[in-house]
């Protein structure tokens, strides 16, 4: 596997955390139009169109809650798949440094405090650890 196929390969989880964001939000904006403070009641009924968009808008807010779920499965099995991953490397603080990034999402720097090495030696360990789990990958 090539050093960016491996890269995307990590991002994996990332991207999916992404997707799961973007459609939560999509669905409390919905739900935000189903409430009832949008509705004036001491104003006269005017039917501006032939029916009801609520059930359509319902609709929405299921289907939208259904594919968060199973993006969250996905995450998880993605987390699971990676993690196996990246124990197979031989180098401890290569597995920590990409374990900690892209599983915890924890910033480089607090890697780095974490291994008791400075940024830029986590660093030459995270692109050691992607260029090494490239070759176990292949």
């Known amino acids: 596997m090539d050093l960016q196929a491996t890269y995307d390969y990590l ?3 990332r991207k999916t955390e992404y997707a799961i964001k973007r459609k939560q939000l999509r669905c409390e904006e919905l ?3 189903l409430l009832p403070g949008a509705i004036r009641y001491d104003l006269d009924k005017v039917q501006t169109s ?4 609520l059930p359509e808008i319902m609709a929405k807010v299921d289907e939208l809650e259904h594919q968060i779920e199973v993006l969250m499965q996905e995450k998880a099995m ?10 197979q490397l031989p180098d401890d603080n290569e597995k920590t440094v990409l374990t900690e990034f892209y599983i915890g999402r924890v910033s480089m720097k607090k890697v780095a405090a974490l291994i008791n090495y400075s940024p830029r030696r986590a660093y030459y360990f995270r692109k050691q ?7 176990v990958l292949s």
């Not at 993605?78 to 124990?87: Q, R």
């Not at 650890?129 to 070759?135: D, K, N, P, S, T």
């Open 11 to 13: 991002m994996r989880i």
């Open 31 to 33: 739900r935000s139009c």
């Open 50 to 53: 032939p029916r009801d968009k």
């Open 78 to 87: 993605l987390i699971i798949e990676i993690g196996e991953a990246i124990e």
């Open 129 to 135: 650890g992607v260029i090494h789990l490239g070759e």
